[in-house]
């Protein structure tokens, strides 16, 4: 079975509960907690994942607390793409939930539209859509 190059991916963030209601709040659905497992090697830290099927396209991943581990800002961040039917109606949540919209919908020619955003720890993402 061929993979997308993309399987995973994990934006660190330092206040869980900000982060995961700006997320749910902006994409309009619910993150799932990910268990840790006993006697790991960082016991506090925490994770709630993006839904996600592992048989559709696209990759899923998780908002994550490790105390310690920087987030947010400056160059050489990751940039995670969010897929929406219409990224202008997510854009438009963003400011409303304490992110902040770095760049309003524009067109990426045969590619579709993309949004810039940045989230309440300083993240920067991206909302993708064809329309």
Not at 87 to 111: F, H, M, N, T
Not at 124 to 130: D, E, N, P, T, Y
Request: with cysteine; glycine share 14%.
């Amino acid at each position: 079975m061929a993979m997308n190059p993309v399987g995973w991916f994990e934006i660190y963030v330092q206040d869980m509960q900000r982060a995961k209601t700006f997320y749910e709040a902006v994409l309009g659905y619910p993150l799932q907690a990910l268990p840790m497992p006993e006697g790991g090697e960082h016991p506090d830290m925490e994770m709630w994942a993006f839904p996600g099927q592992p048989d559709n396209a696209g990759a899923t991943g998780a908002l994550v607390h490790m105390p310690g581990c920087p987030t947010g800002g400056g160059s050489g961040g990751t940039m995670i793409y969010f897929v929406c039917e219409d990224c202008a109606e997510q854009a438009a949540r963003v400011a409303k939930q304490g992110g902040s919209l770095q760049r309003e919908k524009i067109s990426i020619g045969p590619y579709g539209f993309i949004a810039l955003a940045t989230d309440t720890e300083g993240n920067m993402f991206g909302l993708h859509s064809m329309k």
